[in-house]
């Protein structure tokens, strides 16, 4: 078998090509990715180690690093060019190592090659996953990390054989410290698992792990923590503000003409059919659990939990999805992500058991349906949000204004940005001091900007010795925010600086 040498790395490239195109036309797209490339910066300055002193400086609202630290620790060893010219394809390059893992997951399970390809060609045409990784983002390692910390309990669990256990906990360890939304969600499964399979294996795994985290780092891992919790209670506190305009205020009307949040709106609207559209693949779930109900195929142990896997996750989505009070632990079809691995290679395993049958040609004309729909989708949000995005990227305009902040004389400018999301690439690309929260307890304060404007511009501005506003007027005009147009300094498109 020479073939299964090379075969297992031919769709983790083509993944690859297809999550980081789009970069090659829109190189400086998405809000985080500055938040992400501060904190490099931070331990890059810092001799690649967490810096232990205030973060000042840049940000008004002062704080201390709080990050979970693997991620902009190892991009810390890039030099700073380098990382700006290459963000946009690390997490594309990242997720291919899961695509990998896909393989041999389940060819691990099924000793089937075939099989294992056709899983990563699903996962690679999973739309939610190609998605995420088109900005600079941990997601894609703290999914990896995921699988990796979930997968060997499973086993585990089937096989008794202990390796297994301790090599799930040494990735719930390294999970902790990759990505918050990825733990958190390792929480909720850890405790279902632990009743719904009546096995502990699972909850000391998490706790194993998260004593791990604590030891290794010194106890750094409990600020990351409280940051962690404080965002959760900084949502609760601005609950129904989640898709408020940060100047209207809720808009009863639909008038959003913001493409993604349009996404979000009809994701919550028809959660529970919408979620498939975003992962199809997740159906094998439900699938697997009614042919081993009703004895159609044998569906091995692992088999089944990996669909009561899937099927935890859409449930959770779901219901997070339609019920407003659990926004604040985080976006309900993200849950879905987490069931990505096993969805594909249940999906697999379904369509191979169907190449045995008179249902053969069904099964293939289905499945060619389904990922030329997704690829379709896929390219399709890439092009209308992130090739021609404008609201999420640093866009000539607002370089023009950038540039012209840094030759401003005197004292640098202390300046609040509307909207709020373009803080960080302001403080990246300027040296300007920003109206900003260096850390998450720092949200308490923030509040009175984000997510809506509660306190009136001109009192913030001798509050906190603001000197400019950087507006953006194709989402708020000048009037709405009571500034003349005789204090403008600065103009390009719809980017304004204003004198305050």
Known sequence: MSYSLFLPFLIPLLNFILQSYPRLFNKLFGVDVWTRLLETDHIRKNHHKIPTKKLSGQFIIDGYFDYPPIFPTILSYLPKKTLLTFQGFIAPLIDSLQVILVFYTTYFITQNVWLGILAQGMY??????????????PRSLGYLNFSLATLPLIFFFHTGEWYWFLIGILFTTLLFLTHRFAAQSFFFLAIFFTFFLNTPIFIESFLLGFAGAVVITKGYYLRVLKGHLYNIYFWVNNLDYRFAHQIRGVIKKDTKTDFVNRIYSFLSVFSPIAVFGLNPWSLSGFIIIGLSIFHIIPISPVLFTLAVWIIFFY??????LKTKYLMPIGEGQ????????????????????LLNTPYKGFALLILSILMIMNLCLILFIQIKGVIND???????????AFSFINKLKGSPARIICIPHQNTTMTIYHTNAQVLVNADNPGLMRVQEVYPILKVPLKELARKYNLTHALVKESFVTLKELDLSEKNVIFSS???RLVKI
């Open 124 to 137: 690679m045409l999973t739309p939610m996953i190609a998605i995420e990784n088109s900005y600079l983002t």
């Open 315 to 320: 449930l959770l989505g779901v219901i997070v």
């Open 334 to 353: 993200r849950y879905m992500e987490m069931a990505t691995v096993p969805s594909v290679i249940l999906s697999s395993y379904i369509i191979f058991q």
């Open 390 to 400: 404008k609201n999420r990227s640093v866009t000539k305009d607002i370089q023009c």
């Open 493 to 495: 498109g719809d980017v």
